[in-house]
Nanobody
Framework: QVQLVESGGGLVQTGGSLRLSCAAS????????MGWYRQAPGKQREMVAG???????VYSDSVKGRFTISGDNARKAVYLAMDSLKSEDTGVYYC????????????????WGQGTLVTVSS
């Protein structure tokens, strides 16, 4: 079984910074990519940033230049540094892992964390 555990959410003022962390646990052999999604109140979940095991990154236009995603393959972890936060960044942030393979050969196309709340107040 695979679990993703997020941490680092909280309340911050506009213009402030937060750093989210997500660690995968389980007998994991490999993870193809990890990323962050968010869901604002009353809105659909949207992709924020992603990173492959090779280090390629992708960002949504709304966070480019303000957020930085990084990964640690050895720790099976992904991080999201969020700077210059805006009120519209408020939401529940979910960690996501794709193409997860366990040492016994079991594979998961996608795994989600429980989410961590980020609130940006003006």
């Amino acid at each position: 079984q695979v679990q993703l555990v997020e941490s680092g959410g909280g309340l911050v003022q506009t213009g402030g910074s937060l750093r989210l962390s997500c660690a995968a646990s389980g007998s994991i052999s490999s993870i193809n990519g990890m990323g962050w999604y968010r869901q604002a109140p009353g809105k659909q979940r949207e992709m924020v940033a992603g990173i492959t095991s090779g280090g390629s990154t992708v960002y949504s236009d709304s966070v480019k230049g303000r957020f930085t995603i990084s990964g640690d393959n050895a720790r099976k972890a992904v991080y999201l540094a969020m700077d210059s936060l805006k009120s519209e960044d408020t939401g529940v942030y979910y960690c996501n892992a794709v193409r997860v393979t366990l040492v016994d050969g079991t594979s998961y196309s996608e795994v989600w964390g429980q989410g961590t709340l980020v609130t940006v107040s003006s």
